[in-house]
């Protein structure tokens, strides 16, 4: 099985910072991608971040120049620094992997943790 544990949600100002971090742990032989996504209240999961094995990355366009992702691979662990907050951002943040287990490839989600911004 593979494990992701979530942690950095809390509560905020508008105009602060958040980090969060995602640990992966379990049976995969490699990661590819691994990324942050999002869920306000009514509305759909959307990707906010993502970075692939060779440190690419991409962002949605509403956290561009304000959130940044990185990883450490030593680690199995990737990070979100959210900087900037902004009260549209108050969502449930999952931590998304991409690996490669004895079974093959597949997608894994954490538990979620909760960014809360306040105007």
């Known amino acids: 099985q593979v494990h992701l544990v979530e942690s950095g949600g809390g509560l905020v100002q508008a105009g602060g910072s958040l980090r969060l971090s995602c640990v992966a742990s379990?049976?995969?032989?490699?990661?590819?991608?691994m990324g942050w996504y999002r869920q306000a209240p009514g509305k759909q999961r959307e990707l906010v971040a993502g970075?692939?094995?060779?440190?690419?990355?991409n962002y949605a366009d509403s956290v561009k120049g304000r959130f940044t992702i990185s990883r450490d691979n030593a680690k199995n662990t990737v990070y979100l620094q959210m900087n900037s907050l902004k009260p549209e951002d108050t969502a449930v943040y999952y931590c998304?992997?991409?690996?490669?287990?004895?079974?093959?490839?597949?997608?894994?989600w954490g538990q979620g943790t909760q960014v809360t911004v306040s105007s």
């Open positions: 379990g049976s995969i032989i490699i990661i590819n991608a």
């Open positions: 970075i692939r094995s060779n440190g690419t990355t």
């Open positions: 998304n992997l991409n690996a490669r287990r004895f079974t093959g490839w597949g997608d894994y």
